[in-house]
């Protein structure tokens, strides 16, 4: 896949900050993610019946709902490719318990909405960088140089 960040539309990027976080697109299968991007630390939680723009469920799956989205989406993409809707948050922002979190996802796959956690594409990322031999990607070049480092201390 490769990927498009922050494309606006419907609104004043300054006011409404109504954008595609991330458009990721494959060519050899006619898919495109239509990705949201909510890292949350600390004790920020996603919440049922609220619309409040950081935590709110209503909220995110809103975004998803603008008219102008698909509009900019479709603008990158043939009409042909089907358009994935991605969620991507941190583990944590669903509550720290497994029944929490597989109640969030759900309620997101209730609107054809795919939950992705950020800890799982970090351990891809990082199983990836450690099978690679040479890689020209910054990202996974410092992963490799980062186990590299933690190997060699661990053995110290």
């Known amino acids: 896949m490769f990927t498009l960040n922050t494309l606006y539309f419907n609104g004043d990027e300054n006011k409404d900050n109504k954008d595609v976080d991330i458009l990721a697109i494959d060519p050899f299968n006619n898919i495109a993610w239509d990705c949201e991007v909510k890292l949350r630390t600390g004790t920020s939680r996603i919440l049922e019946g609220s619309n409040k ?12 709902l603008y008219p102008d989205r698909k509009r900019v989406i479709l603008e990158k993409i043939p009409e042909s490719y089907i358009i994935e809707k991605v969620f991507i948050t941190t583990s944590n922002f669903f509550g720290t318990s497994k029944e ?57």
């Open 53 to 64: 723009k950081t935590i709110g469920f209503l909220k995110f799956v809103e975004d998803y």
């Open 100 to 156: 929490n979190q597989k109640k969030w996802k759900n309620r997101f796959k209730e609107h054809d909405i795919t939950v992705i956690f950020f800890e799982i594409i970090m351990e891809d990322l990082n199983q990836f960088a450690i099978k690679s031999k040479i890689s020209s990607d910054e990202i996974i070049q410092t992963i490799r140089l980062q186990n590299l480092y933690t190997n060699k201390h661990k053995t110290l």
